[in-house]
């Protein structure tokens, strides 16, 4: 792909708190991502990032897949991104990864240096993901001069932090807009071995693709018999579901422009309602969404342990 050549979806601009829904972290079949992204169709989503971003032996889908996709989003009105892969371990993630960067058609989320290289490279816009691990205002200039349309702040970072940074931003003249990771399993960590397999006494390179029996990661709990994380494959997530509904007020005061959704592989539609609900001041009780078993989480959010809650401290 040439340098001229962009993206034919414009980052949208607007004062409103919008809402993405994330790329699918688990490992589902074709037939359950096809029909997941028909419903998200219809859903009032802004944003939907899709694609692979957790491990290259997922292969059930092509880039021309999710292009395909894409494409069907796209024309329901939907923004549609395409995200690199965390961790690229081989020569073969690479060429994948070329190929997804001169893809044509969608912005690219960089989810590693290998990706924003590529991307900068040739002078084209890109997303900086949550991954890159964007901290401060010199770090947000330089990407911000190098194509970056939107960033995604750290999981970890604290609501107090992050609005002393993009206050920080807009008085440099760095006023890209900023995603919050608002909904789902908090990712991590990714490592080079294969938690799952390993749970399953088989090596990473004969896996039998086994993290596909759990769309919703497999549970890793203490001594003490807690839930402390989930283990997706190669990826590490929080065990409790972060819940940041409560905070939508906050976050669009405070200069947030999106607010992500991560996908559940039941009960998404009633999670994407109540986030859009919430968005228009329209928010029930303090109670968590009760969709799924998992306990629900804030605390990065608050400046405290992540798995605290602090609507039952």
């Known amino acids: 792909m040439s340098s001229t050549t962009l993206p034919q979806q414009p980052i949208p601009t607007t004062d409103s708190l919008q809402l993405s829904l994330g790329p699918v972290l688990f490992y589902w079949t074709r037939e359950r991502y096809e029909s997941f992204y028909r419903e998200a169709a219809d859903w009032p989503v802004e944003i939907i990032t899709l694609g692979e971003t957790v491990c290259s032996r997922r292969r059930d889908m092509?880039?021309?897949d999710w292009l395909g996709i894409g494409r069907e989003l796209a024309q329901a009105g939907k923004q549609v991104v395409l995200p690199s892969q965390t961790l690229i371990e081989s020569e073969a993630d690479l060429r994948d990864l070329r190929k997804l960067c001169d893809n044509g058609d969608f912005i690219v989320e960089a989810n590693d240096q290998s990706a924003l290289q590529r991307l900068t490279s040739a002078g084209l816009p890109f997303i900086a993901g949550a991954a890159l691990n964007l901290y401060n205002t010199a770090t947000l200039g330089v990407m911000a001069r190098v194509g970056m349309q939107r960033w995604q702040a750290p999981v970890e970072m604290a609501q107090q932090a992050l609005a002393q940074l993009i206050n920080d931003c807009h008085q440099e003249g760095v006023p890209h807009p900023c995603e919050v990771f608002a909904y789902g399993h908090l990712p991590l960590a990714w490592s080079s071995r294969c938690f799952t397999a390993r749970r399953h006494q088989t090596p990473k390179d004969r896996c039998k693709f086994v993290c596909q029996k759990y769309p919703e990661g497999l549970v890793l709990r203490s001594q003490e018999s807690r839930d402390v994380f989930t283990l997706n494959g190669i990826q590490t997530l929080s065990s409790a579901c972060q819940d940041l509904r409560h905070e939508l007020t906050a976050m669009a005061e405070m200069g947030v422009s999106v607010a992500r959704l991560s996908p559940r592989a039941e009960g998404m539609a009633d999670v994407v309602n109540a986030f859009d609900q919430a968005r228009h001041g329209r928010l029930p009780p303090p109670d968590p969404?009760?969709?799924?078993?998992?306990?629900?989480?804030?605390?990065?959010?608050?400046g405290r342990p992540g798995m605290d809650n602090s609507r039952t401290a």
């Open 289 to 302: 969404l009760t969709l799924v078993e998992a306990e629900f989480c804030d605390g990065y959010w608050h």
């Open 62 to 64: 092509k880039l021309d």
